[in-house]
């Protein structure tokens, strides 16, 4: 297996001039981190394998992806960047790209508009395109989902849209493999329910969509510890495992997981 990757993630509110790193819970509860291309930089000292960032308003506010705030990481930050954020369109995309990004994540415009996957890998590849899916588990089994077992019961995830202030009544894990039939090279999958709250990885989601999708599956939501990286990885096919506030708040240093990944059998790059 390739080796797993350690992803730090910045969701970044525009409303503050010049851009802020802000974490939540369960996507609610919203504080600051830090100033978006300095935590970038970091994080790049510290080992990560790419950065993603998210720019968590702009498609509610149907405002532009954060270029300039792109443009300013790539002079000094040299791993893969995965952004997104309102961007609806393959101009848009080209816009970012030309800014530094070496990825495009799309949701809530692809949701609406599901070809937009196609026309920007058509455009620049499929290993460009970042599908990200925000999940919320529903307790209710329906007919036509797609059913996950659980501890908990049985149970299908739901997606949501504009940084979950709203739900769709999409299956997630159906979205999911549908985005890859139309050109999405990579899952980034988030569990809502998890989001900030320290309980680690959602493992029956990743573990489901990870099956399901012949790409690379990103864990995201609930890290609190290299411990939930470790599950993740043994339990999942994930080959990736994203985190915000372990790294905003100084918990732990990306080298210091990465060791203890490796230490416990893990291939990861050190």
């Not at 509860?29 to 968590?56: M, S, T």
């Not at 599908?131 to 089994?141: C, E, H, Q, S, Y």
């Not at 659980?150 to 997606?159: I, L, R």
Request: net charge negative; aromatic share 8%.
């Amino acid at each position: 297996m390739l080796a797993r990757r350690i992803i730090p993630c910045l969701d970044c509110d525009l409303q503050v001039p010049g851009g802020r790193v802000v974490k939540g819970i369960e996507f609610k509860q919203i504080r600051y981190a830090g100033i978006p291309w300095e935590l970038a930089g970091k994080y790049y000292e510290d080992g990560a394998d790419e950065i993603v960032f998210l720019d968590i308003t702009a498609s509610h506010e149907r405002r532009e992806t954060m270029t300039s705030v792109i443009k300013k990481t790539s002079e000094s930050v040299f791993v893969p960047l995965a952004v997104g954020g309102g961007i609806r369109s393959v101009e848009e995309a080209r816009e970012v790209f030309n800014a530094g990004a070496d990825k495009i994540t799309v949701n809530t415009s692809a949701l609406k508009r599901p070809e937009l996957i196609s026309e920007i890998a058509d455009k620049y590849g499929n290993q460009a395109v970042v599908l990200a899916i925000d999940a919320k588990r529903r307790n209710t089994p329906e007919e036509g989902r797609e059913i996950v077992q659980t501890p908990e019961g049985p149970c299908w995830f739901e997606c949501s849209f504009y940084g979950g202030r709203e739900f769709t009544g999409i299956d997630a894990i159906a979205w999911a493999r549908k985005a890859v039939s139309l050109g999405a090279g990579e899952i980034l999958l988030t569990s809502m329910d998890r989001d900030g709250t320290y309980d680690g990885f959602d493992i029956p989601l990743t573990d489901a969509v990870s099956k399901r999708v012949r790409v690379p599956v990103i864990a995201s939501g609930g890290c609190a510890s290299p411990e939930h990286m470790l599950e993740v990885f043994q339990k999942t096919d994930a080959s990736a495992a994203l985190a915000a506030s372990i790294f905003h708040f100084g918990e732990y240093n990306i080298a210091d997981v990465k060791r203890f990944l490796k230490e416990r059998g893990v291939n990861v790059r050190v």
